[in-house]
Structures are given as structure tokens and as C-alpha cells.
């Protein structure tokens, strides 16, 4: 097994499967119905994603025990190598937009360049998933303006998640020595050559929204390297519970 490469694909698809978990948590409480169906196709388009990357790595494992069911719910809290960001909880729907907002930027910016991998599989993963993240950043982005620009109170609100949230995006460009070994390889992303352009499109939202950019250089990490805070305990709880409470159970 290539073990750097199993771990990059990881790293890539943790962040959806838990973010896709969260706002699969949000199913039946959004803040109206066409709102709340949005989320939650946002959350099925992250573990449709999440499927091709863990059959991705189940092949490529050499284990025929390992599946994409047993990558995506039997691991422990330390295997898993998503960013801090995303596990962050849904206080309230500006927290969830504003979280949104953050992770897909970087999604959409890391998916165009993971469609230049020497990798076939990861390219065709990256080509399929790009429309689904092009329509995610629109929905998040467009929100973003209209909270900000919006009432006083929604405007107090998004400003808040945006001072909150923010010292968790510098984690998105920390490489793991997985992620170093690929991009030396071609195949994997240099995300750290994606951070101005990051930062610009963020915050050009942002200043459209009427909205302050933190200034904060204090930075949130530790997810990347199976380092969580302490809801991803919760979050796993919920995840995990039929798989472990009905071992190899089948549909």
C-alpha cells in the first residue's frame, strides 16, 4: 500500500465527511424550507464525494477488510485528519454559513488545481466534484452578502461567527508529511500556494458584505494531524453509532 497516498486521500475527504455530518444535522431546521433543502443537498453532495474518495483509498489499501463503510465509520477520533473548521458546531445559521463560506473557498481553489494531479482517479474525482463546489460557493457566498448587508442583528451575528471562525483557515495550507510527499510527486496540491488567493477571495465577500476582516494572527490547529477539539467526540458519537452498536451489519 502506498501508504502516503492513502493518508492524502484522507486528508482530502475527511474534511466533507465532517462537514457533510454537520449540516446533515441541520436537516428538517433550517430557517425556511428552501433554505433547509439546500443545506441538505450540500451535505449529499460532500458524502458522494466522500464515497469516491474512500473506495479510492479501500483499493489502493490491499486489504480486502478495508472498505469505504470501515474507513468512513470504525476508525478512532486520532485517524481521522480533517481541519479544526469543520467540526466546529452549528450555534446558529450564521455560524453555519459563515463555516461554509470559509471551507468552500479552499475546497473550490484546491479542486482546480487537484484537476492538474498526475493521479487519474483523484483528476476525475476533482472534475466531478467542481460543479457541485462552484454551486456550494455561490449558495455560502451569496448568504455572506445578505446576512452582512442585511439587518442590524443578522449583520452583528455573521460579523461574530467571521471574528470566531476565522482562526481556524490558516490550518487549510498546513501540510502533513503525507501531503509534502505528493505534491513532490505530482500528485498532490500546494496548498500553500493557495493562500493569498484564498485570502483575497474571502475577503473580497467580505468587504462586499459590509462585513470586518479580522486581523487576528493567532491560528487554530491540530485536526490535520488527528488533533481535535472536543466535538468531534460528539460528532463521532452520532456517526459511529450504528456500525458499532451492529458490527458488520449489511443493508
Known sequence: MNNNLYNYILGIADNSLILGQRLGELCGHGPSLETDIACTNISLDFFG????????????????????????????????????LVEQPNTDFGYTIVRQFLFDAFHLLFLRELEKSTDETLVAIAKKSI????????????????????????????????????????????????????????????TIKLKDAYYQMISEVLKEATLEIPEGKYFHKGGKQGIHSEHMGYILSDMQYMQRTYPNMEW
Request: net charge negative.
Open 49 to 84: 464525494q466522500v464515497r469516491s474518495y474512500f473506495k479510492y483509498a479501500a483499493q489502493i489499501s490491499g486489504n480486502e477488510k478495508v472498505t469505504e463503510d470501515t474507513i468512513a465509520f470504525l476508525r478512532i477520533e486520532r485517524e481521522y485528519k480533517n481541519v479544526l
Open 131 to 190: 460543479k457541485e463546489v462552484s454551486y456550494h460557493w455561490r449558495f455560502s457566498s451569496d448568504w455572506i452578502r445578505r446576512l452582512g448587508d442585511g439587518t442590524q442583528e443578522s449583520h452583528e451575528r455573521v460579523q461574530e461567527a467571521v471574528i470566531d471562525l476565522w482562526m481556524y483557515t490558516d490550518e487549510l495550507f498546513h501540510q502533513t508529511d503525507a501531503d509534502q510527499v505528493m505534491v513532490a510527486e505530482g500528485i498532490g496540491v500546494d
